[in-house]
């Protein structure tokens, strides 16, 4: 059985089946033609399957162990499609910290639809516990989260989510199959935003869904086909082309991520730092267990709430700017930016400060990054 980081370069079909090219074509085309009435080729129509996307599907599933893969044209589009999986009256439990657009697409479109769901801690399995209906039919977190980067024992909620007949969909975007495989530990869906690190370098929007169901495997495929928010042929391709690095790309924002952890946790301008590498975060022994690596996100406050909007305005190489996982840092306000979607007092609730900063570590030097921190830090604090 190969190893991840041969996987990501040789995985699935690499290889172009026809001409033998060594990186798979960009099939730009919307359709196919047909051998005869009645009788088409593999390929019918791009909606249905191209094989530049179908490269990639074949990858994610090869990569996070599932049966299937599916490309969409955004993260949200894969969430949507695997939600519509559930019918009028079904009811989810959700992670209380889960990214502000995941939260805002299941109560202001899904819940008209008839979809009912309840927000919970789930680091408290207690908690999670009580939430169980009937009616439940699934759960859905991530781990590490967004923004917090808790960590949530994969294995212990699969077996509670089984228990109570309930799917356990997991967004591993954080993580990445590099150092997370949440199927291997009993997930039944694992979704990501192919934007972040699979892809790699900010240049592309993109979901991917895979699992380990052939039965689920057919219900999401006849959802993508049938909502149609599938991802085009250019771009199945640059997510193609970003995961050859992930290897590579992540531990490197892993080794970095560590000394800014190390740094911010010792500055005196800084109150509380959010990273499971941290030996006294909660979730660090946890995260020994259930992945390969810490990643490269951390969350963090200012002592002082008022000095957050000039400390984000005055960084030279770590660039203010939604998303993360590209190679370039970046740092973002979730109240005001990847989380005003939710509603102030349920962010605060799940702990998502005003004061709150988020950093997506990029491959740069890591000295450059801390010396950028530590002049945004003493400029505003003069
Ligand atoms: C954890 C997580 N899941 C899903 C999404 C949605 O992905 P996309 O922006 O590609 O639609 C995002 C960010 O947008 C995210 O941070
Ligand atoms: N304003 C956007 C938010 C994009 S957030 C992107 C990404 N998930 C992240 O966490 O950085 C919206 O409201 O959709």
Redesign the pocket.
């Known amino acids: 059985m190969p190893q991840l980081k041969t996987k990501v370069i040789h995985g699935a079909v690499s290889t172009d089946q026809v001409t033998g090219s060594v990186v798979t074509p960009i099939y730009q085309t919307s359709t196919f033609l047909q051998n005869g009435l009645g009788s088409p080729k593999e390929y019918e129509y791009t909606r249905l399957g191209n094989p530049t996307r179908h490269a990639l599907e074949a990858l994610i599933a090869e990569l996070e162990g599932g049966v299937r893969g599916f490309a969409f044209a955004s993260g949200m589009a894969g969430i949507h499609a695997v939600l519509s999986l559930f019918k009028p009256g079904d009811h989810l439990i959700l992670a209380d910290d889960i990214?502000?657009?995941t939260f805002r697409l299941v109560d202001e479109i899904l819940s008209k639809s008839g979809l009912t769901y309840d927000l919970v801690d789930f680091s408290d399995l207690s908690v999670l516990t009580e939430k169980f209906k009937p009616e439940t039919v699934a759960v859905y977190f991530e781990s590490p989260s967004?923004p917090l980067l808790k960590i949530h024992d994969i294995a212990q909620i699969v077996a509670l989510a089984k228990s109570h007949g309930a799917l356990t969909v997991v967004d591993n975007t954080f993580a990445t199959p590099y150092f997370q495989r949440p199927l291997e530990l009993g997930a039944d869906i694992v979704l990501h935003?192919g934007t972040k690190y699979l892809g790699g370098h900010s240049d592309v929007i993109s979901g991917l869904v895979t699992t380990n169901s052939e039965k689920l495997a057919d219900h999401i495929g006849f959802l993508q086909n049938s909502i149609g928010s599938v991802l085009g042929p250019n771009d199945s391709w640059l997510v193609l082309r970003g995961i050859k690095t992930l290897a590579l790309r992540m531990e490197a924002h892993a080794a970095n991520a560590k000394k800014l952890a190390l740094f911010l946790d010792a500055s005196p301008y800084v109150s509380k730092v959010y990273f499971p590498g941290l030996k006294q975060d909660p979730g660090h022994e946890l995260a020994k267990k259930q992945m390969d690596g810490f990643g490269g996100m951390i969350s963090f406050e200012l002592a002082d709430e008022s000095k957050v909007k000039p400390f984000v305005e005055s960084l030279k190489y770590i660039l203010l700017a939604?998303?993360?996982g590209g190679v370039e840092s970046l740092i973002?306000v979730p109240s005001v930016?990847?989380h005003?979607?939710v509603p102030k007092a349920l962010r605060e609730k799940a702990g998502i400060k005003d004061s709150l900063i988020r950093l997506s570590v990029g491959i740069e030097d890591a000295t450059d990054l801390i010396a950028d921190l530590s002049a945004a830090f003493e400029k505003v604090n003069a």
């Open positions: 990214y502000g657009g967004n935003s939604e998303s993360l973002e930016m990847t005003a979607s």
